[in-house]
């Protein structure tokens, strides 16, 4: 059995925070791996295939023409700024692999804080010399460490490619920070409910709010809502402006999102009880309806 804390620590809400971070990571060292190389592997492999699909200038131009003036593709992809490499990857996967970063960052929390606690895990760990607030910050750590570890290797694979080594960092530090601010916002919904599935329900809705919100502001034309953009974290992506005019201080949009959720899930947790959510439970009806009572429609 793994000690989780050496006596004389008992008095810091923080005590075994390393301890179960280490047995976090030991439990998601597949999955997180997985993702992290999906992840980088989909952007480097992305802009590795422009290049070669696109190499001329004009060839470039000319996809910036067409995403330009598809409503559509703007509201898969997002706006396009320049016709350079470094801009069309960033169209064509930046939103994508901020919410990819978003969804590892979502289970990673909900996993080991409200999962674990409904199941019963995070009573029995807490039984031990465990701060109250320790679960919490090493799911926290946890998944920080994953979506970090995706811009740490961008930063380094994607001037690989021949991309700017500028360009690259704020394309990696911009998808990164898009899994910090989820991060955050996961710990919240894992606060509110009782249930696992429906503090990932919360989290994932948040989640697709903010890939519709960028839609809808970069499909917009000059007349409507753009503004939209700029309400989503999937979005700060491409208004970092990666490779064109960068600009680096949109980055503190996503931190700001993240450090703000993360203070208010540990306010939330201090106001809750053990295993129970913020939210009130909803069991459902107490009997079935007509169409469950016969054999039929039971099959």
Not at 86 to 106: N, P
Not at 127 to 149: C, E, I, W
Not at 292 to 298: E, M
Request: charged share 10%; net charge positive; aromatic share 6%.
């Amino acid at each position: 059995m793994t000690v989780l804390a050496r006596p004389g620590r008992a008095g810091t809400g923080l005590t075994g925070t390393g301890e179960l971070a280490r047995l976090a990571v030991r439990r998601d060292r597949t999955g997180l791996a997985a993702a992290v190389y999906v992840i980088t592997a989909g952007v480097a492999g992305t802009a590795w295939a422009l290049k070669r699909l696109y190499p001329t200038p004009a060839g470039r131009a000319a996809l910036a023409a067409t995403a330009g003036s598809n409503p559509a593709l703007r509201f898969l992809y997002g706006r396009l700024d320049g016709t350079s490499l470094g801009s069309i990857t960033t169209w064509r996967y930046g939103a994508w692999a901020g919410l990819f970063a978003a969804l590892v960052a979502i289970f990673v929390v909900i996993r080991h804080t409200r999962s674990d606690e409904e199941a019963g895990r995070l009573e029995l760990v807490g039984s031990a010399v465990v701060g109250r607030q320790a679960a919490l910050v090493a799911a926290l750590a946890t998944a920080a460490a994953g979506v970090l570890a995706v811009s740490v290797l961008l930063c380094a694979v994607l001037p690989l490619t021949g991309l700017p080594a500028a360009g690259s960092a704020l394309l990696g530090l911009g998808i990164g920070c898009c899994g910090l601010a989820f991060t955050g916002i996961a710990a919240v919904a894992a606060q509110l409910t009782s249930a696992a599935r429906a503090a990932r329900g919360i989290a994932i809705g948040a989640l697709g709010a903010a890939f519709v919100l960028r839609g809808v502001g970069d499909s917009a034309g000059a007349a409507g809502p753009s503004w939209l953009s700029w309400a989503s974290p999937l979005a700060w992506i491409q208004l970092a402006r990666p490779f064109a005019a960068e600009r680096w201080w949109v980055l503190a949009l996503p931190l700001a999102v993240g450090a703000a959720g993360t203070g208010l899930a540990f306010a939330l947790a201090a106001r809750r009880d053990q295993g129970a959510g913020l939210l009130p439970d909803r069991p459902g009806r107490a009997t079935a309806s007509a169409v469950l009572r016969g054999p039929f429609g039971l099959a």
